[in-house]
């Protein structure tokens, strides 16, 4: 996982958030010895967890972003 480029110009070049490689990065770190198990997740729970992720990493962003907009107004 360490390698010559830093995340962001690895992320910067496959366009993708760097918010969303530090939560696939923990997620393979938590969980990746499960893809290696018998049957793994099922689909529903998969989905679900991805879901949940993909909802959170927005939820971060738009704190973000209305904290930005509160500064500008003060």
Known sequence: MAGQESVGEVC????????QYYLWRERL???GEKIFNFGGL???QEYLKL????LKAQ????????AAKQ???W
């Open 42 to 44: 099922g689909r529903k």
């Open 29 to 31: 770190l938590t969980e």
């Open 71 to 73: 500064e500008v107004l």
């Open 51 to 54: 879901e949940n992720m993909k």
């Open 12 to 19: 910067s070049r496959h366009q993708v958030n760097q918010t």
């Open 59 to 66: 939820v971060r962003e738009l704190k973000i972003k209305l």
